[in-house]
């Protein structure tokens, strides 16, 4: 159990007093912290509130942390240099791309957003595809990203399920957005030499954005 609170600490904004920083349960992200997340989400758009309102709800209750990763990793993505985009990637100041990237990303999901089955989806997926994927990544320095990756790569088959059932429930959503997201950490992963806490940052937002724009595909 402190090892879920503290998950739930780190990857949400609720005080749940998680105590010492632990990955060890890795495995409930998709089970127990998604819908933590998608929850005040999903409640505004069932009582009719703005989507907008009702996604910025969303990504405020992941404490904003990986908004940060995305506005990160998009300014690194503009320097063709691996050691200088790296540089980049720590900088707390964001650029151009990185404001734009987070603009986009709030934009294309509150335009998409609609029901509260897809908020809650989203984040699975969102959640599911981060563990899979850092299971089979590497770190390329040493910090919370090489902690969490390495702890995934024992625990990467617990998200199959859920991707089943969200398979299941959406196929042409899943696979499109499946796709995509792949792609678009490859293109970060690729670039950098390998992931960090703002690569799967970056990746918990695209993936959740591309799955809200894919919910329409059945």
């Not at 349960?25 to 509130?49: E, M, T």
């Not at 509150?110 to 981060?130: C, G, N």
């Not at 796709?179 to 950490?185: G, I, N, Q, R």
């Amino acid at each position: 159990m402190r090892c879920v609170k503290s998950l739930i600490a780190f990857f949400t904004a609720y005080p749940v007093g998680g105590g010492e920083l632990s990955f060890k349960c890795v495995w409930a992200l998709p089970y127990l912290v998604a819908p933590l997340v998608a929850a005040p989400s999903a409640l505004l758009l069932y009582l009719g509130i703005s989507p907008v309102l009702a996604y910025i709800a969303l990504v405020a209750a992941t404490g904003l942390h990986h908004l940060d990763g995305l506005a990160d990793v998009a300014d690194a993505l503009m320097v063709r240099d691996k050691t200088r985009a790296r540089e980049v990637l720590d900088d707390p100041r964001k650029g151009t791309a990185g404001v734009f990237a987070v603009v986009a990303a709030i934009a294309v999901a509150s335009y998409h957003l609609s029901e509260p089955a897809q908020a809650a989806a989203s984040e699975v997926f969102s959640k599911a595809a981060t563990l899979l994927f850092a299971g089979f990544s590497k770190p390329f320095k040493p910090g919370l990203g090489e902690a969490f990756t390495y702890v995934a790569r024992r625990q990467w088959p617990a998200a199959i399920p859920a991707l089943v059932a969200l398979a299941i429930i959406k196929p042409a959503s899943f696979a499109a957005t499946l796709v995509v997201s792949l792609a678009l950490y490859w293109v970060a992963y690729r670039h950098l030499g390998g992931a960090n806490g703002d690569v799967y940052g970056y990746l918990l937002e695209v993936a959740r954005v591309s799955y809200i724009a894919a919910w329409s595909l059945g």
